[in-house]
């Protein structure tokens, strides 16, 4: 069988097995918790700064920045329900299967390893980053309807969020060679708050003009990317927003944000095909 | 360059294998030849495992090496020839057993199609039970299934790792005939068991492995070495040491003439079960 063959199969039974799991469930009822909380509180939010007049428009404007702060907080939402499920679906794909006996009887199957690993990573990212392109788009809908605002850019924030967790999911795998389902499961949540905190880090640092601090947070911004493509998403927000607003908006809660050219995207792109390769060749070494 | 037909199905020269301090095997040499059923016997921790992963390309051996029709083991031509079916494995719980045959045939790149899958499952007496799931089967159910997995795509040498460990015995009988039908087949096999008086029966040829060593090999047969004649006579039980069926004849014609009355006459074999107990040293793993 040819190596597209075989890895069309085992996605087909990777994403087959996937919508088996329990988790599935969580995550479709959380992504609509989520989304009517979301439309509860834009609309409230809206409402009360409809009553708050600014000395000029062009200096404040309270809609966009009402708009960018809570699509701020849903991007942040996508972010972290996208990388639950890219963790989900890359959980036990190697020692944790392998240590359930799942795994042995199709690995002896004239199939390569790294078509495996690299079937089951196309398999979790595919579906994760189409989860989170749908999430965003329905936040972005919700917040067009509700509030009337958009985002000065719409499809970048969105393909940057939909690579975040193509990283997340990239990390998962590498993890899943070497520790079992529930070791791997803590270890990348935890790794995905280092990522985050990274990020805060480097805005406390730019914020408090520590360079050092700055540095630091820089550098783990680009050895886990996905936080620094979140932090360009919500750059590219309001990039266009002028005036007083553009600047308190920088300033704010989620509004710290960093831009970033296209060398991130380069980078995160180079990043996951990096990792998976090392996932790839680590599980083509190991004794099952 | 294809094997030939007539290769060996299997051959293991000086194969060794270490984990960290553990030795599992320790230059291991094994042919399994085309169509013959080979048994591997041996205490718990002797390496019988280890070896059928080494073939199957699961692990990679510290020394030695392992071909499979000609092909080194682990590699994707060498694994297109064999069916495993693993000590310890499960199936996705919420596959029939149809589908997990469908996926083993897709992955095995199987034309066989749904007339193989409804013929594999017959011959382990699976028929019925094509569209339950995996998690409603039992135990032995699924290690029937196992087999039926294993035998997709007609590979042309079986590595079976204890596959009636979980079987009653009419489940076995079902692996014992089935075993006769891949010899008709030209399969070639081998068996882990710990089953003496099965693999007894099944194989043609046994090997005893002990602390990751052959310390025996040979057919049944010539391990169930002769150990004598007892003859019952009035006085008791004689034992003639080294005699053999063909004598016992001679003997009581002799005993007969000396005036001695027979009640009695046995030919005292040793048992597979006492040539592997000799050969192990007792050893339990
Ligand atoms: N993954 C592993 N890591 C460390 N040691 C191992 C591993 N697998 C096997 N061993 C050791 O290698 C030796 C041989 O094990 P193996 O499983 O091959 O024995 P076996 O003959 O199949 O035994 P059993 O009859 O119990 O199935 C044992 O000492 C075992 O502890
Ligand atoms: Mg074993």
Known sequence: ?288 | MTPSPDSVALVARGVGKTYGRTTALGGVSLEVGHGELVGLLGPNGAGKSTLTKIACGLVRPTSGTVEVGGRPAGTRTARGMIGYLAELFRFPRWMTADEVLVLHQRLAGSGGAASERAELLALVGLFAAASTRVEAMSKGMQQRLGIAQALVGGPRLLLLDEPTSALDPAGRGIVRELMGELRTRGTSVLLNSHLLSEVERVCDRVAILNEGRVVTEGRPADLSRPRGVEIEVDGGTRLYEGATREDVPRIVAELVASGERVYGARVLASTLEETYLEAVGGATG
């Open chain 1, 1 to 288: 069988m040819t190596g597209a063959g075989a890895a069309l199969v085992i996605v087909g039974y990777a994403l087959r097995e996937s919508l088996r799991r329990r988790v599935f469930l969580v995550v479709l009822v959380l992504t609509v918790g989520f989304l009517a909380l979301y439309g509860l509180g834009t609309y409230f939010a809206f409402r009360d700064v409809e009553s708050f007049v600014p000395p000029d428009k062009n200096i404040l404007d309270p809609k966009a920045f009402t708009g960018a702060t809570v699509f701020g907080l849903a991007m942040f939402a996508v972010l972290f329900l996208g990388s639950v499920v890219a963790i989900f679906l890359t959980l036990g794909v190697v020692r944790g299967d392998a240590e359930a006996g799942l795994l042995q009887p199709i690995v002896v199957r004239p199939i390569g390893r790294r078509t495996i690993v690299l079937a089951r990573l196309a398999g979790a990212a595919v579906v994760s980053a189409a989860y989170a392109l749908v999430v965003y788009g329905l936040a972005l809908a919700i917040t067009a309807a509700v509030g009337g605002w958009t985002p000065d850019h719409v499809v970048g924030p969105a393909l940057g969020l939909a690579l975040a967790v193509v990283t997340v999911a990239a990390i998962s795998l590498f993890a899943s060679v070497f520790m079992s389902a529930t070791a791997q499961g803590i270890a990348v949540f935890m790794v995905f708050g280092t990522g985050l905190t990274a990020g805060l880090l480097s805005q406390i640092g730019r914020a408090l003009d520590s360079g050092s601090l700055h540095t630091i947070g820089r550098v783990a911004t680009w050895l886990l990317p996905f936080d620094g493509l979140y932090q360009a998403g919500l750059h590219a927000l309001i990039s266009s927003t002028g005036g007083l607003t553009g600047v308190a908006l920088q300033l704010g809660p989620f509004g710290g944000a960093e831009g970033a050219g296209p060398l991130l995207v380069l980078w995160a792109i180079a990043y996951t095909a990096l990792v998976a390769g090392g996932a790839a060749l680590a599980f083509s070494r190991r004794d099952l």
